[in-house]
């Protein structure tokens, strides 16, 4: 907890970060390994599956914003991360079908009634074809 003089103390959101961050470091580990046994260890096969969006490769990519100044009275914030998992599903020798789905999770404080709010955001799914 933080406070200053003649405020209320505000909330940290260490353990929060701090999940995600280990959160991160696991996934990041099991993809490098599944990326590293998929391309044979071979850095410019793996480059060029990387550069191809519709290579047969799983990937957990996570993008993070943090907004401030938000609300009513513009003191609010908002920390939004965006889970988005690309999964290739063979469905013949010929097709693919590639699953994108994007699921925010969002902690805002002083963004809707002067409260705080925490929780997940509208989910977005994708489905593309693709010829292998």
Not at 15 to 44: K, P, T
Not at 102 to 114: G, L, M, R
Request: charged share 15%; proline share 8%.
């Amino acid at each position: 907890m933080e406070a200053t003089l003649g405020q209320p103390p505000r909330r940290t959101h260490l353990g929060l970060e701090i999940g995600f961050a280990a959160s991160l470091a696991v996934l990041a580990a099991a993809g490098v390994a599944s990326a590293q046994s998929a391309a044979g260890d071979n850095a410019a096969d793996l480059a060029k599956q990387l550069s191809n969006p519709i290579a047969n490769l799983i990937s957990v990519p996570f993008q993070n914003n943090y907004d401030w100044g938000m609300g009513p009275s513009g003191d609010g914030w908002q920390f939004k991360l965006n889970i988005q998992p690309v999964i290739p599903i063979p469905l013949n020798d010929n097709w693919n079908m590639i699953s994108r789905t994007i699921v925010p999770v969002v902690d805002q404080d002083k963004v809707v009634d002067n409260g705080h709010q925490s929780g997940l955001g509208d989910t977005t799914q994708s489905l593309f074809f693709s010829p292998k």
